[in-house]
């Protein structure tokens, strides 16, 4: 059942982030014809302002789509669950487990696509706008990407491809932690009698603080920190011989606490459906 909600939560999601990226594709595709021109190699008075008015605007563009998103995933959650929506919504004969993770999945999916479009987008413009100053950039990156790996092993312990790995698995899950912040602050926004929304809002803004509280405290405790443990136990930075000496233990620990923040964000979550629904 979990698979059939998710295709329909699919039909009905795709059409908004799949605009937004396309919207990016094309303004992707009109910067780097732009940098590719000569226009910006002319001595025109104020032509310095026009690149900074111009990579300002594309800018505000990738934060704004990136934000609509972002929204787009927020308004859909509460408009199918606690709305008017919700009374089919939460008639039909599946738990509350499969209504969230469909969501969760769906909005996981876009954001990390929406993520991947962003940065190819910025990757597509730097390297247009290094090729208009050497041509020969790409040969060289590809010649020296041998002796890169070669001194990334050497550097931080491990491969390349691990490396990866890992940082794919902290993506997605604070992916996922960002999306069940979301969906946490709106099923505890409806314990609110009247102004839900605004309700939703301020237990966003809690979980942010309370999550950085405990983030900060974590990160400052940690024997890798060079913080509070350090200083009691006489451990830190100048400690280690490699970078990935602090970075590799940091990562495992933000997977860790991002893991088991995650955990909490949807229980809550899937609690409140299941036992505190209150439908507008």
């Not at 929204?71 to 509460?78: E, S, T």
């Not at 247009?128 to 050497?134: G, M, N």
């Not at 969906?183 to 309700?199: P, S």
Request: proline fraction near 2%; glycine fraction near 6%.
């Amino acid at each position: 059942m979990l698979k059939k909600l998710f295709k329909y939560e699919w039909i009905f999601f795709w059409k908004v982030p799949t605009a937004i990226n396309v919207f990016l594709v094309i303004v992707t595709i009109v910067g780097v014809i732009s940098l590719a021109s000569p226009f910006w190699e002319l001595d025109i008075m104020g032509i310095d302002i026009l690149l900074g008015l111009a990579s300002f605007f594309y800018i505000l563009a990738i934060a704004a789509c990136s934000i609509a998103v972002t929204v787009y995933i927020a308004v859909r959650y509460y408009k199918n669950i606690y709305s008017d929506e919700g009374y089919l919504t939460n008639t039909l004969p599946v738990t509350a487990r499969q209504i969230v993770l469909s969501k969760l999945f769906n909005g996981l999916i876009w954001t990390l696509l929406t993520g991947m479009v962003v940065s190819l987008s910025v990757l597509s413009l730097i390297y247009t706008a290094l090729y208009s100053s050497d041509s020969y950039f790409l040969v060289d990156l590809i010649r020296d990407f041998p002796d890169f790996l070669q001194m990334f092993h050497e550097e931080m312990g491990i491969g390349f491809a691990f490396f990866l790995l890992l940082f794919l698995i902290q993506t997605v899950l604070s992916t996922a932690f960002s999306i069940l912040k979301i969906y946490a602050a709106i099923a505890l926004g409806q314990l609110f009698t009247k102004h839900k929304v605004a309700g939703a809002f301020l237990w966003y803004v809690g979980e942010y603080v309370i999550f950085q509280i405990i983030t900060s405290i974590t990160s400052h405790s940690s024997p890798f920190s060079g913080g509070m443990f350090g200083y009691a136990f006489g451990v830190s930075y100048y400690n280690y011989n490699r970078l990935g000496d602090i970075i590799i233990p940091s990562m495992l620990i933000s997977i860790f606490t991002t893991l088991i923040f995650s955990a909490i964000l949807y229980f809550v979550t899937e609690h409140m459906l299941k036992n505190q629904l209150n439908l507008d």
